[in-house]
């Protein structure tokens, strides 16, 4: 098996430079990577096979040069790495994505001032830590995983936009005043970034049910005018939450009967 080098900064280790070698791990598969924490060479720097990720005050692709603390205009690393090996349009539709990267560029308190929070500490996660702090101590102990960890993101990414692909076909009617989308499927993942895209998004998802053999009904990010709870008590309904936002039949009725359902949730009218 052929050998490569891979040079970060040491110190504490951040989401970003650990993504971004997981990244080289899993796309560079038949190359087994030696993971060095400190401040690489000039002719490190300049030579094309060695990748520098994070560190050095050089963005140069061409010469495997991955930095970006020289210019905030300039992606967190792991974005460089994915535009680099041709995996980001899977991955940047993921929620997380710009979010990561924002936090990585201008800082936990900044972002945190843009939602309203005092500090973003309460989304820390404690898995997360775990595995830099893993990365910090022993890159080749966390080896293994980073390359398991960063496969399942982009196969998560390629599914994600295939679900992407069928939302756009999907069926689209109006009940009351509200729009009513209709998917022949129990995945969902790929919807919510597909309606995001909308000029007018619709309000309620209907699908089947990823957990029985009826439909799921549910609000799309919690659309007003619509209470599913009203349903608890109809016979074809097998549950419905509390809140309102989701309710799931017994069995796949007829569309009719299932837009019946629908417009009794829709208030006002």
Same mark, same amino acid.
Request: with cysteine.
């Given at each position: 098996m052929k050998t490569g080098l891979i040079v970060t900064h040491n110190g504490n280790a951040h989401f970003d430079e650990f993504l971004a070698v997981s990244l080289i791990l899993a796309v560079k598969e038949d190359i087994h990577?030696?993971?060095?924490?400190?401040? !690489?060479?000039?002719?490190?720097?300049?030579?094309?096979?060695?990748y520098v990720v994070d560190i050095g005050g050089r963005h140069e692709p061409e010469?495997?040069?991955?930095?970006?603390?020289?210019?905030?205009?300039?992606p967190a690393s792991f974005v460089l790495l994915a535009d680099y090996l041709h995996v980001s349009h899977f991955l940047s539709h993921s929620p997380w994505w710009q979010f990561k990267d924002?936090?990585?560029?201008?800082?936990?308190?900044?972002?945190?001032?843009?939602?309203?929070?005092?500090?973003?500490?309460?989304?820390? %996660? !404690?898995?997360e830590t775990f595995m830099l702090k893993?990365?910090?101590?022993? !890159?080749? %102990?966390?080896y293994q995983q980073m390359?398991?960890?960063a496969r399942d993101l982009i196969e998560h990414g390629r599914k994600l936009e295939q679900?992407?692909?069928?939302?756009?076909?999907?069926?689209m009617i109006q009940i009351k005043d509200k729009r009513v989308a209709v998917g022949m499927t129990d995945e969902t993942g790929g919807s919510l970034p597909f309606f995001d895209t909308l000029s007018a998004p619709p309000h309620i998802r209907v699908n089947y049910d990823s957990r029985g053999e009826g439909w %799921?009904?549910?609000t799309i990010r919690d659309a007003e005018g619509v209470d599913f709870a009203r349903l608890a008590n109809h016979p074809e309904i097998k549950f419905?939450?509390?809140?309102?936002?989701?309710?799931?039949?017994?069995?796949?009725? !007829?569309?009719?009967k299932v837009f019946q359902l629908v417009e009794q949730a829709i208030l006002g009218q």
């Open positions: 990577f030696y993971i060095e924490r400190r401040e !690489p060479t000039a002719e490190e720097l300049d030579n094309p096979e060695i010469l495997k040069n991955f930095d970006h603390h020289q210019d905030l205009d300039i924002k936090i990585d560029r201008r800082g936990g308190f900044r972002v945190a001032k843009d939602f309203g929070l005092d500090s973003l500490d309460a989304l820390n %996660s !404690p898995l893993q990365f910090a101590q022993s !890159p080749i %102990s966390a390359k398991m960890f679900q992407i692909e069928f939302w756009k076909s999907c069926q %799921s009904l549910s419905a939450h509390k809140n309102g936002f989701i309710a799931k039949t017994y069995r796949r009725l !007829p569309l009719d």
